[in-house]
């Protein structure tokens, strides 16, 4: 027999779903082939990662992973590529003061294995050895992303008229 007093219940626990992730816009560059395929020296590889979200309704968001990069060696592009990845999450049961966080942390770390599975196919595709990305630390762009916001000057008041 099961009694109630009266006091708080317990808390749903947060979660993540998943409902869809895709390809929104994939780009391989390979300019200078078949003399960029040449075995040579190591190229410098240049790599810029991005993410943003949007609502699409108060417990659904859309995730997007940009990814772009080129590889270069002695001033001659061999490829370059852009990938923007994306994903549908539903997130329940999170405080509103959790929320900016799990989206620009948390949803970008679990699209991340795809998208790094898809630069290397597509670098391998383009006649190079697949680009394996180093996992990216989501927790630290998202701190740079807060301090960029805090630095930057107020906007100027909207004129009406």
């Known amino acids: ?62 995730v997007t992973l940009r990814l772009e990069g080129k590889a270069e060696s002695q001033g001659t592009l061999l490829f370059g590529f852009e990938l923007v990845f994306a994903g549908v999450f539903r997130i329940q049961n999170v405080p509103a003061e959790s929320l900016q966080p799990i989206v620009l942390i948390e949803c970008p770390r679990l699209l991340f294995p795809f998208a790094r599975e898809i630069v290397a196919t597509s670098v391998r595709n383009g006649g190079f050895a697949p680009l394996l990305l180093d996992p990216i630390d989501f927790a630290s762009l998202y701190r740079q992303r807060l301090a960029a916001a805090r630095a930057a000057p107020p906007s100027p008041p909207l004129n009406p008229g």
């Open 1 to 62: 027999m099961s009694a109630t007093n009266g006091g708080p219940q317990p808390q749903a626990m947060p979660q993540i779903g998943v409902l869809a992730q895709y390809v929104k816009d994939l780009s391989f560059e390979n300019p200078n082939a078949p003399r960029s395929m040449a075995a040579g020296q190591q190229p410098t590889i240049n790599v810029q990662v991005n993410v943003d979200a949007a609502p699409l309704s108060t417990s659904d968001f859309e």
